[in-house]
Each structure stands twice: as structure tokens, then as C-alpha cells.
């Protein structure tokens, strides 16, 4: 059984930086960051090949946030800085059971999901 757990989210103030962490276990590999704010569709934050080499960024996160990951820990990572009131919304970590080299960055691209986690950034 697939199993992703997430933590790091919380309430920070604008300009501070937060780090996310989502592990995965039962054979999925965990790969992107997704988010969602009440109304609106889950959205596209950061992904990352299952080796780590490549990434890709939607363009409101770039040169603020870092996607990495750790293979023995089967963990990926979103570091966020310089983090603004618009970031606010729950965070999903997703994952998938493909080794291949292309960075998935749509919703359907993913099989698993984590429960989410809260990022609030106060003004």
C-alpha cells in the first residue's frame, strides 16, 4: 500500500522561508508539489525525475522555491523562500511508481497523493 507523508507546512510571515517534506512508501516514488487554494484547481508547483537530475517550475515559483530529493529516503523536498500572502494554500505531494526521465508537471501525471499540507503566509 502506498503510503506519502508530508510535513513541514505552517504560518510564516511574507518574506520567510518554509520547508516542505514528503516521503513515500509501498513502491511509489515521490516527485512533485502540487497546490490548491478553496475554488480554484489543484495547480503545478515543482517536479523532479526519479534520479533527481531534472526539474521543472511553474513560472510564479521560479528562482524562489527548490525541488530536490533524496532516493535512499525516497523523500522529496520543497524548500520556499521569499515566500508571499499568494503562496497560501495547501500543499500536495505527489508521487508515482515510474523510474523514466521526464518531469511530469499536470495533475493526471500522478497517481498518489499526500493528505496535504497547510502553508499560510501572513502580511
Known amino acids: 500500500q502506498v503510503q506519502l507523508v508530508e510535513s513541514g507546512g505552517g504560518l510564516v510571515q511574507v518574506g520567510d522561508s518554509l520547508q516542505l517534506s514528503c516521503t513515500a512508501s509501498?513502491?511509489?516514488?515521490?516527485k512533485a508539489w502540487f497546490r490548491q487554494v478553496p475554488g480554484k484547481e489543484r495547480e503545478f508547483v515543482a517536479a523532479?525525475?526519479?534520479?533527481?537530475?531534472?526539474?521543472d517550475y511553474a513560472d510564479f515559483v521560479k528562482d524562489r522555491f527548490t525541488i530536490s530529493r533524496d532516493l535512499a529516503k525516497n523523500t522529496v523536498y520543497l524548500q520556499m523562500n521569499s515566500l508571499k500572502p499568494e503562496d497560501t494554500a495547501v500543499y500536495y505531494c505527489?508521487?508515482?511508481?515510474?523510474?523514466?526521465?521526464?518531469?511530469?508537471?499536470?495533475?493526471?501525471?500522478?497517481?498518489?497523493w499526500g493528505q496535504g499540507t497547510q502553508v499560510t503566509v501572513s502580511s
Open positions: 509501498g513502491g511509489a516514488y515521490a
Open positions: 523532479i525525475t526519479w534520479s533527481g537530475s531534472r526539474t
Open positions: 505527489a508521487a508515482d511508481r515510474r523510474t523514466a526521465e521526464w518531469v511530469i508537471s499536470v495533475v493526471g501525471g500522478y497517481e498518489y
